[in-house]
């Protein structure tokens, strides 16, 4: 995957762009921050007679368990913590625990 920044002007508006290879998968609208993906990526971007700079992959970068976080519980133990589940006792035994109360 390689992310282009068009920067081309005129009737072309600085977006960001995902491609991979010569299709289409994602882009940035130039001002935005939230990368819109396309279900289907679209074959063929045709880069003639437009200029692009590297862009930022970073930004593509889709929501993953990266959000995790490790807490150590009251007796030592280390749990690893999402938004969905906890991987201490007692959420496995009551679906919910207080790390997770905590975890925002
Ligand atoms: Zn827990």
Redesign the pocket.
Known sequence: MEALRETTGGQFHPHTYLLDGTKLVAYIKANEATPFYFKNPIKGFDKRGRKFAPGNNSLFTEKKESNART?IGSSGQT?T?TAES?S?P??TYRGT????AEHV
Do not use: L, S
């Open positions: 807490v749990y913590v906890c201490c007692g959420y625990c207080k790390h997770m």
